[in-house]
Each structure stands twice: as structure tokens, then as C-alpha cells.
T-cell receptor, first 111, second 112 residues
Framework: TQLLEQSPQFLSIQEGENLTVYCNSS?????LQWYRQEPGEGPVLLVT?????EVKKLKRLTFQFGDARKDSSLHITAAQPGDTGLYLC???????????FGGGTRVLVKP | DAGVIQSPRHEVTEMGQEVTLRCKPI?????LFWYRQTMMRGLELLIY????????DSGMPEDRFSAKMPNASFSTLKIQPSEPRDSAVYFC??????????FGSGTQLSVL
């Protein structure tokens, strides 16, 4: 089983500050996905990164896939209370659609 | 599209009782996944199906857990007998091959 470690586990910041969430593994994944989950709901896909070194931007969110395809980061610029939630990374194995999820980072953005 | 539909949203039962969780995937999706989420272990894959056939059930914790997919629009996850340590949120998700995964809203299970 390929494991994904996320850090930090919990992050509390003020509105307007920046934050970075990390996702690390000792194994290589064919792709890596980032999800955001709100209380009482299932995770919702934010982005998929496939190529080593790839950087994708989604408004104030920037996602990066490590060159060796073992790690990834999510950076949020000028965080807003609406960014509050549980952020999960998930790695896809080469065969099939099977995903392995990290433990998640709980982000709280205070107004 | 209504999305992935799970029922019930909440289930409270006593230890030893049988529990059945239900899922209706998005129409046209050929993959269906059952996940379990707890604070301690995060989101764990229990089993997944492709075209109604179970592909990988290595995540099913014990023989007390079973899952079926009798047709493309319905799947069940059954726990018999249930135990307090089975308390968790159970998610169903579906996707087309190599496409985005969509999750249901989950079933919050409490076994007393």
C-alpha cells in the first residue's frame, strides 16, 4: 500500500494570510489529486496533476507536483473564510482508478 | 444530474445488529467505490467495482463486511454483526474510466 503523509494536520490563520499544505510519499504516483471537503459532505475534486514539476493555478490556489511525482503542495494566497475545510491529497496508482488518500489538513480561516 | 445518492444519511444502531448502506451512482459511471472515513484513519478504500464486478476488496476490514452491486445503478454495503468500532462516515463514489471521482454525501453510522 502506498502511503501519503499530509502536513500540517491542522492550520488556523487569519483572513488575508497565505498558507501551504504539503503531501508527501516515498512512492511514485501516476497522478495526484487535491480535494476539499466541507462538514457533512463528501470530498470535491479541486485539481489533478499528472506531470512531474507541473504547476496548476485555480484562482488563489496554486498546486505543484514534485519533479519525482512523489510529493505535492497546495498554496493558498490571501485566504478567505470560504477556504475553510478539510484538504485531502490522493494518489492514483498506475492501474485502474484506485486512489489512496492522505490523512488530510484541516484549514480554518478566521475573519 | 442528481449526483451520487446515498441512504440513509444517518444510522444509529446497537451492537450486533445488521446495517445496510445504499448507494446510487451517477448514471453512466462504470466505477463505484466504497470508502470509510474516521478521525483516526482518515479516508480508507474498502472495495471498488468496475462494471458491477468487484475488482479489489482488500480494504474490507473483516468478514462482517460485504458489498454487492446487482446492477449498474445500485450498490449496498452490509455490516453483520455491527460493532462500535464500525462507527464512521461511509462514502460511496463513482466515476467513468480515467475521469473525475464524484462522492456522495455519506452515511454517518453510529453503533452503540
Amino acid at each position: 500500500t502506498q502511503l501519503l503523509e499530509q502536513s500540517p494536520q491542522f492550520l488556523s490563520i487569519q483572513e488575508g494570510e497565505n498558507l501551504t499544505v504539503y503531501c508527501n510519499s516515498s512512492s511514485v504516483f501516476s497522478s495526484l489529486q487535491w480535494y476539499r471537503q466541507e462538514p457533512g459532505e463528501g470530498p470535491v475534486l479541486l485539481v489533478t496533476v499528472v506531470t512531474g514539476g507541473e504547476v496548476k493555478k485555480l484562482k488563489r490556489l496554486t498546486f505543484q507536483f514534485g519533479d519525482a511525482r512523489k510529493d505535492s503542495s497546495l498554496h493558498i494566497t490571501a485566504a478567505q473564510p470560504g477556504d475553510t475545510g478539510l484538504y485531502l491529497c490522493a494518489g492514483e496508482e498506475a492501474a485502474g482508478n484506485k486512489l489512496t488518500f492522505g490523512g488530510g489538513t484541516r484549514v480554518l480561516v478566521k475573519p | 444530474d442528481a449526483g451520487v445518492i446515498q441512504s440513509p444519511r444517518h444510522e444509529v444502531t446497537e451492537m450486533g445488529q445488521e446495517v445496510t448502506l445504499r448507494c446510487k451512482p451517477i448514471s453512466g459511471h462504470d466505477y463505484l467505490f466504497w470508502y470509510r472515513q474516521t478521525m483516526m484513519r482518515g479516508l480508507e478504500l474498502l472495495i471498488y467495482f468496475n462494471n458491477n464486478v468487484p475488482i479489489d476488496d482488500s480494504g474490507m476490514p473483516e468478514d462482517r463486511f460485504s458489498a454487492k452491486m446487482p446492477n449498474a445503478s445500485f450498490s449496498t454495503l452490509k455490516i453483520q454483526p455491527s460493532e462500535p468500532r464500525d462507527s464512521a462516515v461511509y462514502f460511496c463514489a463513482s466515476s467513468r474510466t480515467n475521469e473525475k471521482l464524484f462522492f456522495g454525501s455519506g452515511t454517518q453510522l453510529s453503533v452503540l
